[in-house]
């Protein structure tokens, strides 16, 4: 059964670098028939997606208007996991983060993480 | 890059059924077969309950349905049971390879 595990601090400073990883079971993360993406949900915007990262016979990454500037998706092929920075949080990063799976014979999420709290707060 | 558009609520008697609407453009559910929706409990990661607009996972009821007409789709819960009590969202593929989400809905089981 595929299982996706998120680790990472549930408390961040405003100003710095939030930080979190998704540790991937029963799935590899340079397949090449799947996607891997973070998500996050918070109360006042609902579900955001953030980006996605893929092994095409090389990686690629997609990342979401509202924070390409300050995101980096990585994949971790000796750990198989995939990691999320994101850069310069405000409160408004307060959110459940999630990591997700999608096949790429469709365009859905079908599995997810447990979900991690980050609060941006001093 | 806007949310997709979801009524903030809708409600229904166990037994009756509700629909959910979820309105974007031709650059996104206008375009594209790739509508899901997604069930989530407060606490819970959202589970996916349609795919590819009107497709059900394995072990979703079938009292879940999708449908699509232009630029809106629909998500049709039947026989409403006390425990589809949650909050709906839509999602939908996207020009550039990103993904929009909609708003959200909280279904009630009155």
């Known amino acids: 059964q595929i299982q996706l595990r998120q680790s990472g601090p549930g408390l961040v400073r405003p100003s710095q670098t939030l930080s979190l990883t998704c540790a991937i079971s029963?799935?590899?993360?340079?397949?090449?028939?799947?996607?891997w993406n973070w998500i996050r949900q918070s109360p006042s915007r609902g579900l955001e997606w953030l980006g996605r990262?893929?092994?095409?016979?090389?990686?690629?990454?997609d990342y979401a208007i509202s924070v390409q500037s300050r995101i980096t998706i990585n994949p971790d092929t000796s750990k198989n996991q995939l990691s999320l920075q994101l850069n310069s949080v405000t409160s408004e990063d307060t959110a459940v983060y999630y990591c997700?799976?999608?096949?790429?014979?469709?365009?859905?999420?079908?599995?997810w993480g447990q979900g991690t709290l980050v609060t941006v707060s001093s | 890059q806007s949310a997709l558009t979801q009524p903030p609520s809708a409600s229904g008697s166990p037994g009756q059924s509700v629909t959910i609407s979820c309105t974007g453009s031709?650059?996104?559910?206008?375009?594209?077969?790739?509508v899901s929706w997604y069930q989530h409990h407060p606490g819970k990661a959202p589970k996916l309950m349609i795919y590819?607009?009107?497709r059900r996972p394995s072990g979703v009821p079938d009292r879940f349905s999708g449908s699509k007409s232009g630029n809106t789709a629909s998500l049709t819960v039947s026989g409403l049971q006390a425990e589809d009590e949650a909050d709906y969202y839509c999602n939908s593929y996207a020009d550039g390879g990103r993904y929009i989400f909609g708003t959200g809905t909280r279904v009630t089981v009155l």
């Open positions: 590819e607009v009107t």
């Open positions: 029963a799935d590899t993360v340079s397949s090449d028939s799947v996607t």
């Open positions: 990262t893929y092994y095409r016979g090389q990686w690629y990454n």
């Open positions: 031709r650059s996104d559910v206008g375009g594209y077969d790739h």
């Open positions: 997700a799976r999608a096949p790429s014979s469709g365009r859905f999420f079908d599995y």
